[in-house]
């Protein structure tokens, strides 16, 4: 999730709603669907795995994002 630190560097105090929008808009679309096929496989546990831990909670959200776009 670098686009996350880079923001948390440019924005230490951004809301978790700002982080999760910047992460949709510097995602690409192919990454946000393999990861939403992989999750749907592997289930919610995986998304531990995927993402660093420093920003697992606002990623996590931004994940649950997509899967409820899906």
Request: glycine fraction near 4%; aromatic fraction near 4%.
């Amino acid at each position: 999730m670098r686009p996350l630190v880079q923001l948390e560097r440019e924005n230490p105090t951004a809301t978790e709603e700002a982080k999760i929008t910047y992460i949709n808009d510097e995602i690409s679309p192919g990454l946000k669907h393999h990861a939403v096929s992989a999750l749907k496989a592997t289930g919610e546990a995986a998304i531990d795995e995927f993402l660093d831990t420093s920003c697992l909670q606002v990623g996590k959200a931004a994940v649950k994002s997509w899967l409820e776009a899906e």
